[in-house]
């Protein structure tokens, strides 16, 4: 093969190790702009190509090997066997809050994305680098054999093509309308944040992966405190419960697990939340996830010391908090700042044969709810009426919650109808009750509007106020029996169902 070989990265990571490997092997070095320089600092001999944007028709020219190629500066250019070469950053670009559209052209890369298209389409001729982490994979080849199998050619071509390809799609995913989320062609760019242990069972692989063009600050962006051998499951209850946390205004814990909350409690001070939310579900807390809304001070890291929490998230911890969590063996705790939402996100639903899409759920009410009955909520049940109803939005359809004060008394969800759902509630909530004294009046939020025949289970178990969305053919026979017992009922005009 001709050892020749064009670099131009962004990215100067390992760039000068590649090089100096490069010229060792007896390669004839060609780069361009800030690579050349830097290379020329280093004192590793390579030929500048110059040429004016957008793109390096030379380079071209030479990958083409068709037509005879001179750089501006006059340089010949050879039919280079060896291309490395990035492009500019541009989701990290976009993922800023501050980014004005009208700055894009400015950053979009057309040179260096032509270069590796060209190189990648010639995969039998020429090895194609678009990432440092294959530098060292191809040195070895190179000096070991010669040269690369035509494998691993068309492997790290095709790596290429997924480079350029999630590119593309970031550009084009930040330049649609969010009303272009369901259009005739979708596209997502996809990066890798990390692999995890395991999927949801131990024999399934599984990765994390950052979608561009979705919030700035999300898991993706969490830091990692301490903690590691993170799996799937971990991090669907870290969603859960820190999106649920961030509804609130008031400080708050939400302890989840599986995906669905266990229990929840908005107190006066972190640690009150903790305890009033692992008093909620004992049982359904053990080695789930607790979400915070505030900094967590030492007293709340003291009360997670000594139970089975598996991970922690918080947008902050004090110094005295982080030294009791890290004292605290296979705890996984991360610190995530508020979520920002973003237009452009998704929910993903995988079924065979295709992907099912729809906009995120990230409505609570769209207005004020309406009360249908002759008494109204006091002021004590309206509170407990909402804490339920954010948590029901969390639940796994169908999803009923019980509350009393500040805090859930039991969460059913998941189950095929509501008022399995509402049985399952009642009886979760009878076996605390036995240990615990109710902190007030009890009532109930449902996800999914009611049959007449769920209502009277909940009245049933002593339910004095309830949420649904309404909208059922037994609405008005519901609101005569809330009458008739004086319990309050109110209509939220929308239903949260997530499965």
Not at 111 to 132: G, Q, W, Y
Request: charged share 25%; hydrophobic share 40%; glycine share 8%.
């Amino acid at each position: 093969m001709d050892k020749t070989a064009y670099l131009s990265v962004y990215d100067k990571t390992g760039l000068e190790d590649l090089a100096r490997g490069l010229e060792e092997l007896g390669f004839a070095l060609y780069a361009s702009g800030s690579t050349y320089k830097l290379l020329h600092e280093a004192g590793i001999e390579a030929e500048e190509v110059r040429y004016s944007p957008p793109v390096p028709s030379a380079v071209l020219k030479a990958l083409s090997g068709l037509f005879p190629a001179v750089s501006e500066n006059g340089v010949e250019l050879p039919a280079f066997s060896v291309v490395a070469a990035d492009l500019y950053p541009i989701a990290g670009i976009v993922g800023q809050e501050e980014f004005a559209i009208s700055e894009l052209p400015n950053y979009l890369d057309q040179s260096n994305s032509a270069v590796l298209r060209a190189a990648a389409k010639d995969f039998e001729n020429i090895i194609t680098v678009s990432t440092p982490a294959d530098y060292g994979t191809v040195l070895g080849a190179l000096a070991k054999n010669g040269g690369l199998e035509a494998e691993e050619k068309k492997r790290l071509s095709a790596r290429t093509w997924q480079y350029l390809a999630a590119y593309d799609a970031t550009v084009a995913q930040y330049l649609s309308e969010p009303g272009d989320l369901l259009g005739d062609e979708v596209v997502m760019s996809l990066k890798k944040v990390s692999d995890l242990r395991y999927g949801e069972n131990r024999h399934q692989k599984a990765a994390f992966y950052a979608l561009s063009g979705a919030r700035p600050r999300g898991l993706n962006a969490a830091r990692i405190v301490c903690g590691v051998d993170f799996n799937l499951n971990h991090y669907l209850d870290l969603d859960t419960a820190f999106e649920l946390a961030s509804e609130f205004d008031e400080p708050v814990c939400v302890i989840s697990k599986h995906a669905r909350p266990a229990g929840v409690c908005a107190a006066g001070t972190q640690a009150e939340c903790l305890r009033g939310a692992l008093r909620a579900d004992p049982a359904g807390a053990v080695g789930g996830t607790a979400a915070f809304n505030r900094q967590v001070e030492a007293e709340a890291a003291g009360v997670l010391r000594d139970v089975f929490i598996e991970s922690v998230v918080a947008p902050g911890y004090s110094r005295e908090a982080i030294g009791i969590l890290r004292s605290k063996e296979g705890l996984r705790v991360l610190e995530l700042s508020a979520p920002v939402l973003s237009p452009h996100e998704v929910e993903l639903h995988s079924v065979s044969g295709g992907v099912l899409i729809e906009s995120k759920d990230n409505l609570l009410l769209l207005k004020e709810p309406v009360c249908a009955t002759r008494r109204k909520p006091s002021e004590e049940e309206m509170r407990s009426l909402l804490l339920a109803w954010k948590t029901a939005k969390y639940g796994k359809t169908y999803s009923v919650v019980l509350a009393e004060g500040n805090c859930t008394a039991s969460v059913s969800a998941g189950e095929s109808s509501t008022y399995d759902a509402v049985r399952g509630a009642v009886w979760k909530m009878r076996e605390k009750r036995s240990i615990l004294r109710g902190a007030g009046p009890l009532v109930m939020a449902a996800d999914a509007a009611l049959p007449l025949k769920t209502l009277q289970a909940a009245l049933a178990g002593g339910v004095l106020a309830v949420i649904q969305p309404g909208g059922w053919q037994d609405d008005e026979d519901c609101v005569r029996l809330c009458d008739s017992r004086s319990a309050a009922m109110l209509f939220a005009g929308l239903r949260h169902f997530r499965h």
